[in-house]
Nanobody
Framework: QVKLVESGGGLVQAGGSLRLSCATS????????MGWFRRAPGKEREFVAA????????NYGDSVKGRFTISRDNVKSTMYLQMNSLKPEDTAVYYC?????????????WGQGTQVTVSS
């Protein structure tokens, strides 16, 4: 079955960096667009970034542009999110998802999430 497992979350000070990973199995990773989303306490789920199946096109939410970088390794069936210059408002549970569009819609399969906490 489809499985997505996020890792790499944690507690970091403002201005710091974290790298999230999304390890996948159970589907042909290399032919699906992938995305990162987040949900902060009391807020709606927010689109963070998406990457085309080929890795040659990406899209970012306005709040993370210039600070976050999405990438993927189709050999390892793993996606990454490098997060730099972190801010307290980046605190959220981060989820990876498979199969949707670069615009961040129509994702059907989701991981369980990893907590990112940015202290001021």
């Amino acid at each position: 079955q489809v499985k997505l497992v996020e890792s790499g979350g944690g507690l970091v000070q403002a201005g710091g960096s974290l790298r999230l990973s999304c390890a996948t199995s159970g589907f042909t990773f290399s032919v699906y667009n992938m995305g990162w989303f987040r949900r902060a306490p009391g807020k709606e789920r927010e689109f963070v970034a998406a990457i085309k199946w080929s890795g040659d096109s990406t899209n970012y939410g306005d709040s993370v542009k210039g600070r976050f970088t999405i990438s993927r390794d189709n050999v390892k069936s793993t996606m990454y999110l490098q997060m730099n210059s972190l801010k307290p408002e980046d605190t959220a549970v981060y989820y990876c998802a498979a199969g949707g569009s670069l615009a961040g819609v129509d994702y059907d399969d989701w991981g369980q999430g990893t907590q990112v906490t940015v202290s001021s």
